[in-house]
């Protein structure tokens, strides 16, 4: 069968199947004459399954030494429930937290965050792991520059391009070629600035130098 029919079956999109296929989770059969891939209902199964565990939330690679046979479903299972647990574990210490603050029921001015973030140090020590929002943050602050240096090198290249094409259309109306090598060279090297502007300011968001305030 074809891949928008495995698509239907088993539920899950061809993008998908692709990239367990990458995976080596999913190995079809490919026609000699054609060289499409021709599914079978053993890879609809196989889809099936690696969907139920996905859905649990078992990594690929677990995933991968059951289909190798290295571990058996209750090895796996096993080595997620701990991982589960551990997640649950801390999300209970979040939420023990998060209700004490709201017993409290104070301004912000008025928390006292110095003695909840040692109890927190302290808990983390025992192996609790809080929730980071300040890497989501991190992540958040490439956009912008990037973005903003992405037109700035599109509208150079546009300018230097539209100069280009002007002299080559008229180049008896066209000014003296040392004006446009200069105008050009100029062009160049702001839209060179721009993307070592970029280039810096991703490793200061790497490194966190603006953002030590945050960190915690």
């Known amino acids: 069968m074809k891949i928008n029919e495995v698509e239907a079956k088993a539920g899950i999109t061809k993008k998908n199947i692709r990239f ?10 490919r026609n000699s ?11 609809v199964h196989t ?5 139920l565990l996905r859905k649990l ?15 058996t479903v209750a090895d796996g299972m096993r080595r997620h429930l701990i991982s589960i647990e551990r997640e649950q574990k801390n999300l ?4 023990l937290l998060c209700r004490e603050l709201q017993k409290q029921d104070i301004n912000v001015a008025e928390l006292n965050a110095e003695e909840i973030l040692l109890q927190m140090e302290e808990m983390e020590k025992d192996g609790t792991a809080f929730q980071n929002k300040h890497t989501q943050d ?19 290249s546009a300018i230097i ?13 066209a000014p003296p070629i040392w004006f446009l ?28 130098e603006i953002d030590d305030a945050k960190r915690f």
């Open 138 to 156: 991190v992540r958040m602050q490439y956009i912008a520059p990037t973005a903003i240096a992405i037109l700035m090198v599109s509208f150079m």
């Open 181 to 208: 090598v200069l105008v050009i060279a100029i062009l160049a090297a702001v839209g060179a600035g721009v993307m070592i502007a970029l280039k810096q300011r991703i490793k200061e968001i790497v490194k966190g």
């Open 47 to 51: 889809l099936q399954r690696i969907k």
């Open 33 to 43: 004459e054609n060289g499409y891939r021709e599914y079978s209902e053993a890879e």
């Open 57 to 71: 939330g078992v990594p690929i690679e677990e995933i991968r030494q059951m289909f190798q046979g290295t571990y």
């Open 161 to 173: 391009a539209l100069i280009l094409w002007a002299y080559k259309a008229a180049p008896q109306e």
């Open 92 to 95: 209970e210490q979040s939420i």
């Open 20 to 29: 367990y296929e990458e995976q080596g989770l999913l190995s079809p059969k």
